[in-house]
């Protein structure tokens, strides 16, 4: 069973920072990619950050320059450092990852969720 536990979430003024992490646990061979996404009040669920298992990175336009991914594959940790945070940021944040499971000696790729961590940012 695999899972993803996200914490670092909470309340920050504007213009403050808060860094998010999510850990994988279970039974994994390998995780490729990871990344953060978000989804505020009557809006869709967006990317917001993305990292390959090369460590290639990719951010929603909104983001770029604010805030970073990186990943610590020791751990199968990956991390949300947000900079400068805007009221507009405020969502629900969740943590996604692309992970290999081993079955029967074959393997096998499936996309996993966090639960999601509240993110709120006051003006």
């Known amino acids: 069973q695999v899972q993803l536990v996200e914490s670092g979430g909470g309340l920050v003024q504007a213009g403050g920072s808060l860094r998010l992490s999510c850990t994988a646990s279970?039974?994994?061979?390998?995780?490729?990619?990871m990344g953060w996404y978000r989804q505020a009040p009557g809006k869709q669920r967006e990317l917001v950050a993305a990292?390959?298992?090369?460590?290639?990175?990719n951010y929603a336009d909104s983001v770029k320059g604010r805030f970073t991914i990186s990943r610590d594959n020791a751990k199968n940790s990956f991390y949300l450092q947000m900079n400068s945070l805007k009221p507009e940021d405020t969502a629900v944040y969740y943590c996604?990852?692309?992970?290999?499971?081993?079955?029967?000696?074959?393997?096998?790729?499936?996309?996993?969720w966090g639960q999601g961590t509240q993110v709120t940012v006051s003006s």
């Open positions: 996604n990852a692309f992970i290999v499971t081993m079955i029967e000696d074959r393997a096998n790729e499936n996309r996993y």
């Open positions: 279970g039974s994994i061979f390998s995780i490729n990619a």
């Open positions: 990292i390959t298992s090369g460590g290639s990175t």
